[in-house]
């Protein structure tokens, strides 16, 4: 049973719109790291987030941004939605500072579109 | 730079065969590797992963995947495949010490069929 949450499940919006996307990192996860799944592709690296700031980002405009809170959970926001946006939005928590490549926990995604 | 290639789309299996999904990996320092798999609808579950210890690495449902670094491979194998197996599957591939920017591979998309 995955220790990560995301809210919504399911969205619909219209390009041009702004949305925001909500992740619950697993108890003691000092890191999250949003992925982007578009239909029939491996997820791609947007950012990751250590300690509340940025700790690295893919290759994605500004436009996607992100926020990290104290108790764990963050929150991915895009604006100006273009219809490309669509996909399954994924969250990933871990712990930095361990020891060699720990892996993630994987949230079971936010599927948006946009129309 | 770090990435994975997974040389397989799609792969078909009858139950109780052998499955085979193959990875090749391309590092500019000694990588950390996993494999992930997903279900319809379903977050990414950790499979297994590789950190530089024992290159035959065993993981949960009866996978194993063999590191080797003169072939630049980290091929996922199943003695037995079971319908329940079937699902995407996803080579990653992160820096060691670092799990910023965990890249992964296109995937492979196994079918099992009865």
């Known amino acids: 049973e995955t220790g990560v949450t995301q809210s919504p499940t399911h969205l619909i919006k219209t390009r041009g719109q702004q949305v925001t996307l909500r992740c619950s990192s697993q108890s003691g996860h000092n890191t999250v790291s949003w992925y982007q799944q578009a239909l029939g592709q491996g997820p791609q690296f947007i950012f990751q987030?250590?300690?509340?700031?940025?700790?690295g980002r893919g290759n994605f405009p500004p436009r996607f941004s992100g926020l990290q809170f104290p108790n764990y959970s963050s929150e991915l926001n895009v604006n100006a939605l273009e219809l490309d946006d669509s996909a399954l939005y994924l969250c990933?928590?871990?712990?930095?500072?361990?020891?060699?490549?720990?892996?993630?926990?994987f949230g079971s995604g936010t599927r948006l579109t946009v129309v | 730079a770090q990435s994975v290639t997974q040389l397989d789309s799609h792969v078909s299996v009858s139950e109780g065969t052998p499955v085979l999904l193959r990875c090749n990996y391309s590092s500019s320092y000694s990588p950390s590797l996993f494999w992930y798999v997903q279900h319809p609808n379903k977050g990414l579950q950790l499979l297994l992963k590789y950190t530089s210890a024992a290159t035959l690495v065993k993981g949960i449902n009866g996978f194993e995947a063999e590191f080797k670094k003169s072939e630049t491979s980290f091929h996922l194998t199943k003695p037995s495949a079971h319908m329940s197996d079937a699902a995407e599957y996803f080579c990653v591939v992160s820096r060691p010490y670092n799990n910023n920017d965990m890249r992964f591979g296109a995937g492979t998309r196994l079918t099992v069929k009865p």
């Open positions: 990933a928590s871990s712990i930095t500072g361990r020891t060699v490549g720990y892996g993630y926990t």
């Open positions: 987030y250590y300690r509340e700031e940025e700790n």
